[in-house]
């Protein structure tokens, strides 16, 4: 158990010393630090290292990876030398694939992605796939937890109905989450932290709203108050 608050900040930064930066200042506050696809590719596996350093926070590889399931296995090898906690994969990539991946990374918090956050209705219309939102990610939720998936990421607005679909055993992650007042940004499908927490999500992935602050420890603290003040549970030093 941590006495960190469940918020995973996202460290889109643009170069390896900007998120190696912003991760020293958060990390007193909160539990974990998503490093995002543009950052490994730019990087490597030397991200990882300079954010981990010796701060304790468990680290967020969000890769979402979405291949047939020889190449998801394959993936999931290459990043073990840096001990991801949690990892993602795409579960519309099918069952095989989120299960290559469990396979492939035992001692790795395995997460199905839903439904991105940034889509809504119409989206899944246009690129052909059943809708609404919250049917479409009760269907993948249940798919990945099924194939072996110990996390999931969903928005905020189908975290309950997902909490209440795969019981108490899955970490429910949950990006578009914004502070009251707050832009949008590119997020479709948004709610405060409390709200959030309130549905029963794990981990909030915030990360525009504490990297973008002028201090981004001071956001970071103060976003963790609340979650602090309300949450019944936490994923402590495992997954979250």
């Known amino acids: 158990m941590t006495d960190r608050a469940p918020i995973a900040v996202a460290l889109d930064a643009p170069d ?25 590719l730019r990087y490597g596996p030397e991200v990882v290292a300079s954010v981990r350093g010796g701060r304790g926070a468990a680290v967020f590889l969000d890769l979402k990876l979405h291949d047939i399931p020889a190449t998801v296995a ?17 579960a519309a990539a099918g069952p095989a ?27 899944l219309a246009r690129i052909g796939m059943a809708g609404p939102v919250g049917d479409a990610v009760l269907r993948l939720a249940a798919l990945a937890v099924g194939a072996g998936a110990r996390g999931l990421v969903c928005s ?3 975290v309950a109905a997902v909490r209440a679909e795969v019981g108490p055993d899955v970490t429910l992650i949950t990006p578009g989450v914004r502070p009251p007042g707050q832009r949008r940004d590119d997020q479709a499908r948004v709610a405060t932290p409390e709200e959030a927490l309130r549905a029963g999500a794990d981990l909030l992935v ?12 001071a956001a970071a603290a103060a976003l963790a108050a609340a979650p602090r003040r309300g949450l019944a549970r936490s994923p402590g030093g495992g997954p979250g």
């Not at 999931?76 to 990892?87: F, G």
């Not at 915030?206 to 420890?217: E, K, L, N, S, V």
């Open 74 to 90: 394959g993936a999931a090898r290459s990043v073990s030398r840096v001990r991801p906690d949690l990892l993602t994969v795409h």
């Open 97 to 123: 694939a989120v299960r290559a991946a469990v396979d492939a990374l035992p001692e790795t918090t395995i997460v199905g992605v839903t439904v991105l956050t940034s889509l809504d209705d119409a989206d």
């Open 206 to 217: 915030i990360g525009r709203p504490i990297t973008a602050a002028a201090d981004p420890g």
């Open 156 to 158: 905020p607005r189908e």
């Open 16 to 40: 390896l010393d900007t998120a190696a930066h912003w991760a020293a200042l958060v990390t007193p506050h909160v539990s974990t630090l998503k490093v995002g696809l543009e950052l490994y």
